[in-house]
Every structure is written in C-alpha cells, then in structure tokens.
C-alpha cells in the first residue's frame, strides 16, 4: 500500500475519468468543424458550378442550344467537382440573349449532410448560386 503524505489525495485514475469526460466533447467539436467545411466546400463547388454552366450557355448560337449547354455544363461539372448532389435544377435565364447582353444561369443542388448530423447540422441541405455572363458584342456568324 502507497502512503500518502498529510494533506494530499490520491489522484490516481483522474486523468482516465477526465479524458472519458471530455473526448465526447471534442468528437462533437471536431464534427462541427468538419461539417462546416463540408458545407463550405459545397457551396464554393455549386458557385464554381454555376460559373461553368453561364459560360457553356453563353457561347451558344441560340437560346434553345443555350440552355441545353448549361445543363449540361452543370452535370458534368458536378461529376468532376466530386459534390454528390440530388435533384440538380438549372434555370437559365435568356431574356437578354443577343450580342451585348448576358446570360444568368443559377444552379440549386440538394446535398446529404447526414454524416455530421450528430454535430448538429440538418441532414440535407440545398445550396444555390446565381452567375451572370456577358455575351460577346461582336459575335461571327
């Protein structure tokens, strides 16, 4: 048996109980800053998304190859980016189609946050972005 000078406690064991006090703590921490990156990363992926289809559409001769493009655009972007996304909609708007003008195209995408619903975030969550093109002035043909 271990003697213990007058005054002190035995304190072994403490530092067990203080870590299997706090580790769920910090796994909950770490998954909130995980999930925050998630979330960021998807949202900078759908801008860049959105980007590439307004591009797409932009260069097209017409409207109805034009919005063709930039669905296009916006699945295949996605696929490269890795972003697993559900119900992708692309809304391409064409009212000022002509040399001069601009195409805007916004992409919505659904995405599964559930690995790091423990940390409090939702399960699911759409993210959104809108990016505006000129179109060329002088275009040829």
Known sequence: MIRLRPGRRDERGVSAIELTLI??????????????????????QIESVAADSARAAS???????????????????????GVSCTN???DVDLSSYQPGGRVTVTVSCKTQLGDVALAGFPGSRVFSATSVVPIETYRGG
């Open 23 to 44: 580790a769920p703590v910090l796994m909950v921490v770490l998954l909130f800053v995980v999930g925050l990156g998630r979330m960021a990363h998807a949202r900078q």
């Open 88 to 90: 992708l909609k692309v």
């Open 59 to 81: 260069l097209e001769r017409n409207t109805s190859l034009s919005t063709h493009a930039a669905e296009v655009a916006a699945a295949q972007s996605l696929g490269e980016a």
